[in-house]
């Protein structure tokens, strides 16, 4: 069954978005009565549609009961990629769990956005979001802040890790036995050749701890996946 | 430093594939003494290169040490999938050291090939795990066998696992425990919709015991990756 994340609540109906309506109407080619899920603030609801050729209706049928996450919630914080690469981690970090994204300005990043196009950047890594969590039933969707520089991360609480290229010792497995009680894992994936030495120092000063990934030559787009794919088993009942 | 694979040795030379003669010249512009890792017989020789604008050589200086690879062989059973989602599954998989890749058919599954032209494929799949292992620094290429049947999964040796729909009770994390002293461990991912009871039926009949991976909902080809990841961390030292 679809599901989607609706706009608004009106008694026994939902308000969704125009896009969904489309694809519903246009994409699935939905009819009278045809039941969707429809998620709203982290419920989701059993529906049935109504009027699907003049003014569609999504009614409220009953609320379901909704499995939690066993796992803390992760933020991402990821360099910026090129088109591609960037919308594949959104969509596979949204499946896998991640509850927030952070997009973060690095040396060896070779992408530079104008001013003017990072609002409408922001929009379509949402979207991508939004369309992910629907399709991997996530009752949230991740949250993705504008970009921030390493410096302005000294702020965000929890358990802090560098995905680093050169530490031998402390690796993955190591790392996480050292995180107690803790609502969030907050974990900095560098850019195509890793974050340079001088980045790696200033996480490490706000908090951070470099941690290996293992003896894997992995390409950058694979790491998120790689980190999250670990923290689901890791907090698997 | 780029890494290729050697098509033959000879005393102090190599000789390489026609491809990668191509991509050292035309695409990354290589020059006279350039220096390059060439693989042969899963070592790894420093070399440098001679006569680059004629006839180019491939000179050996030395052999370098290798890590070894800490996990169980890993033995991957994927459905045929599109060719866009089976590429990403053969270049992510041998990112993350898959060994052998099995594609089956199965009744969910909506690609069928012509008989003419599943050798064509199966020459495609090699060279893009051929590559991905060069771009990951494997002294290895994953082994693409033909398209088999379920029934015919029967006389592979290792520990069995299918990734099921519809286990509750045993997930991944129970089931890699009963794993000992064990050299392959092979899991077969389901497509689009999971393999059907019928199919679940006869993967148990073989050998295969079914596990649940979690609670995510991901994306076919997502699946792969996340178990790869799992055995990975699993077997990390």
């Known amino acids: 069954m ?41 419920k989701v609801y059993l529906c049935h549609l109504k009027n ?10 009953t609320e379901l009961k909704v499995t939690e996450d066993c796992i803390p919630k992760v933020t991402l914080l ?14 596979k970090a949204t ?14 990043s070779i992408i530079k956005y104008e001013k003017g ?13 939004k369309e992910a969590s629907e399709q991997s039933y996530r009752v949230n969707i991740p949250t993705i802040t504008k970009i921030h520089k390493i410096e302005e991360m000294k702020a965000l609480q929890g358990s802090k890790f560098i995905c680093s290229t050169t530490e031998k010792n402390k690796n993955i497995r190591f ?18 050749g890793g974050f340079s030495m001088n980045e790696e120092k200033k996480w490490n000063q706000i908090g951070f701890t470099s941690i290996s990934l293992g003896n894997r030559i992995m ?7 790689y980190v999250l794919s670990i923290l ?6």
Chains 1, 2 share one sequence.
Not at 9 to 33: A, S
């Open 2 to 42: 679809q599901r989607y994340f609706a706009k608004q609540k009106m008694e026994n109906q939902f308000l969704l978005q125009e896009d969904d309506l489309y694809h519903m109407k246009t994409v699935m080619r939905m009819n009278e009565q045809d039941k969707i899920q429809v998620v709203y603030e982290n």
């Open 52 to 61: 699907v050729k003049t003014n569609m209706q999504v009614e409220i049928e």
């Open 78 to 91: 990821i360099p910026l990629l090129k088109e591609q690469k960037m919308d594949f981690i959104l969509q």
């Open 95 to 108: 499946e896998l769990g991640v509850d927030q994204i952070i997009p973060i300005e690095t040396e060896r």
């Open 117 to 129: 196009k990072i609002e409408k950047k922001l929009e379509r890594w949402q979207k991508i979001c």
């Open 175 to 192: 790392a996480l036995k050292s995180v107690h009680n803790c609502d969030r894992i907050i974990i900095a994936v560098g850019p195509e």
């Open 219 to 225: 390409r950058v787009e694979t790491v998120p996946l």
């Open 232 to 237: 689901n088993f890791y907090y698997m009942e």
